[in-house]
């Protein structure tokens, strides 16, 4: 087991160290030199372009220049936004929070509607229920998010006047205020994750309710509460667990829309700002941590993965 | 969908089934199925034929009409802010989304497959290599990538359909390699290994045209997702550039009217919506076929 662990560890960190490469190279091969891409300025001498190039160590070779980057990075220096002149750790720190509490309200909306009806649909396969969960998940895949979200504005927000289209408070200020702002958004954000999980339980569930161990367990007598909770559901789980840390990458894109159409000052907003701005230290530092973060959660669903399903914590020990 | 017209059993093998018309038989006892196919012909007819169903021109403004409700005389779904015709737009709009979401899903099956079915085939370090790309791009979201390639190359529909084509990329291969690896366990394929066929004609010829219908389901949902893609990109400013119309960059522009002309932002959606849903309905029509104990 802690050998799988270990193994499933280390692929991430080769993955991780590889996308900071690409990270790296990816800004180091946008046109024009890497010195107007560092501070936004395109207007130099050649002294003064020589000068920045020995400053930020442009003149060493790539794999030189790489490894101090690294190494900046893991010390928390990632550079300040030419646009803004505020440090980009400040700026990911400001805006973070915000990103944070959406994507978690996102996920809850999105488990909440997403296992049940898929449960539901399994066992109530081919009836009224199952078409219902079906034709909602439909729905939920093929809606664009951002659309979604200003229909929503148009009707709670312009008509019916219920609730904020844009802005955020920060829930320590207000905590009805901070949720009124984040409803919507996080609805929205959810609808899409809720669609895929729903499909993923459904299908989970079909084929664990057809195996052996779930006749024997009804065969023994047990309620189908128990059945279909506790022996059915949690081995479906493993492919959903899968399919959450799958999600997550999608999920972030989701995010900047997202946030684009609800004003909220995240990291999506940052984003897309910095990319308009060609703010790109900025740019690396979101490139970097949303790679980060979605590396993470991977190997954390690994590990849920195990604690699921005996199958693959018995293969981890042999 | 064109070997379901082909009469006379058996004249014409199709790819995907032996006996093209029980396929057609099974695929039409389904209405969802059957209304997405149509949805999905209806979009392309649309595309095809938009010179001859749009009545104005998608980019040549009229001041003299700008922002006029729907069912005003002579637009049937009004005109947007610079006074063009919302339903000639929308009619345009469907030729740079299905160019978008074809074009992705081609470009990423046409370097998934191969890369999958390799790694499926030979297992070790080709695998280990092809899974660590696969990772590195889904360790990306795709607006990054988009994002990125956009900063690179410059901002064009090539890079649109490149970046969605990567972002896509992660998905078939994983799709490829699952099913190269169930089918060189299979006798036949253990078969031709064993008499010495050569590696390649394996590859193509023994694997690759015993995939072809799970490749197809991931297609039918992969082209969706890439529209859905390509609408957010460009209702971000990053897609499709103004003038041309595309349902992404007339939501964006629509944002603004939206408290006194809802109307604007409302057609483009239902467009992006309803193009998405038939080809989501297609491709569970295609999935239960294909894979019944889904179903």
Redesign the interface.
């Known amino acids: 087991m802690r050998a799988y662990l270990l193994r499933r560890a280390g692929?991430s960190l080769?993955?991780?160290i590889?996308?900071s490469m690409?990270v790296f190279l990816?800004v180091r091969?946008?046109?024009g030199s890497p010195a107007t891409a560092l501070t936004g300025n395109t207007d130099f001498s050649q002294a003064a372009l020589a000068a920045i190039n020995r400053a930020y160590g442009l003149d060493n070779p790539l794999p030189v220049q790489y490894v101090d980057w690294v190494g900046q990075v893991v010390a928390g220096h990632l550079g300040s936004s030419p646009v803004t002149g505020m440090s980009v750790v400040t700026e990911l720190g400001n805006a973070f929070p915000i990103t944070f509490e959406l994507t978690v309200l996102a996920m809850l909306i999105a488990l909440l509607f997403g296992i049940p009806t898929g449960v539901v649909a399994a066992i109530r396969r081919?009836r009224g229920a199952d078409y219902a969960s079906n034709g909602l998940a439909?729905?939920g895949?093929?809606?664009?998010?951002?659309?979604?979200g200003?229909?929503l504005?148009?009707l709670f927000s312009?008509y019916l006047k219920w609730l904020p289209s844009a802005g955020f408070i920060p829930f320590s200020q207000s905590p009805g205020a901070n949720l009124a702002h984040l409803v919507m958004p996080a609805f929205v954000l959810g609808t899409g994750v809720a669609a895929v999980l729903m499909r993923q339980t459904r299908?989970g569930m079909?084929?664990t309710l057809r195996t052996d161990y779930v006749r024997t367990a009804r065969a023994k007598g047990l309620s189908e509460w128990v059945v279909v909770g506790k022996h059915a559901l949690r081995n479906s789980l493993v492919t959903v667990a899968t399919v959450i840390g799958?999600q997550f990458?999608?999920l972030?894109?989701g995010v900047?829309?997202t946030e684009?159409?609800f004003g909220l000052p995240g990291i999506g907003q940052l984003?897309?700002n910095a990319?308009?701005q060609?703010d790109y230290p900025t740019?690396q530092a979101?490139?970097l941590l949303?790679?980060a973060i979605?590396?993470l959660i991977?190997l954390l669903m690994d590990f849920v993965y195990m604690v699921l399903s005996p199958r693959v914590r018995l293969a981890g020990e042999l | 969908m064109t070997t379901v017209t082909i009469p006379g059993e058996g004249s014409l093998p199709s790819l995907i089934e032996p006996s093209g018309r029980g396929w057609w038989r099974r695929f039409s006892r389904r209405p969802p199925a059957v209304i997405g196919l149509a949805g999905v012909v209806i979009v392309v007819a649309v595309a095809v034929f938009a010179p001859l169903l749009a009545h104005y021109s998608p980019i040549v403004s009229q001041f003299g009409h700008v922002l006029e409700g729907p069912f005003s005389a002579g637009h049937i779904l009004g005109t947007d802010q610079l006074g063009r015709d919302e339903l000639s737009r929308l009619i345009y709009g469907s030729q740079t989304t299905l160019e978008v979401g074809v074009l992705a899903t081609l470009l990423a099956m046409a370097v998934a497959v191969p890369i999958g079915i390799a790694s499926g085939f030979y297992r070790g370090a080709v695998d280990m290599l092809a899974m660590?790309i696969t990772?590195?791009v889904?360790?990306?979201?795709?607006?990054?990538i988009a994002?990125?390639l956009a900063?690179?190359f410059g901002p064009s529909l090539q890079n649109i359909i490149l970046a969605l084509g990567v972002a896509q990329l992660p998905g078939s291969v994983r799709i490829a390699r699952a099913e190269a690896m169930a089918l060189r366990e299979q006798d036949f394929v253990q078969a031709a290994i064993v008499t010495g066929v050569k590696e390649r004609v394996i590859l193509f010829r023994h694997l690759f045209p015993n995939m072809l219908s799970p490749l197809l389901v991931q297609a039918s949902v992969s082209i969706?997702a890439a529209i859905?893609?390509s609408?957010?990109l460009s209702?971000?400013?990053?897609g499709v550039q103004p003038p041309t119309p595309s349902w992404g960059n007339m939501?964006a522009s629509a944002?603004t009217y939206?408290?006194n002309d809802?109307w604007i932002?409302?057609f483009?959606?239902v467009a992006?919506?309803l193009t998405?849903?038939s080809f989501?309905?297609l491709g569970?029509g295609l999935r239960d076929l294909f894979d019944p104990?889904?179903?």
């Open positions: 692929i080769l993955t991780l590889i996308a690409v990816g091969a946008v046109p081919g439909l729905f895949l093929s809606i664009p998010s951002f659309w979604f200003i229909m504005i148009l312009v299908s079909l084929e799958l990458g999608i972030l894109s900047a829309v684009e159409v984003t897309i990319v308009f060609r740019i979101v490139a949303t790679a979605v590396i991977n | 660590r990772d590195v889904l360790a990306f979201p795709f607006l990054l994002v990125g900063a690179i969706p859905l893609g609408a957010l209702f971000l400013g990053l939501l944002q939206l408290y809802p932002a409302i483009p959606g992006i919506f998405t849903l989501n309905l569970d104990s889904m179903r």
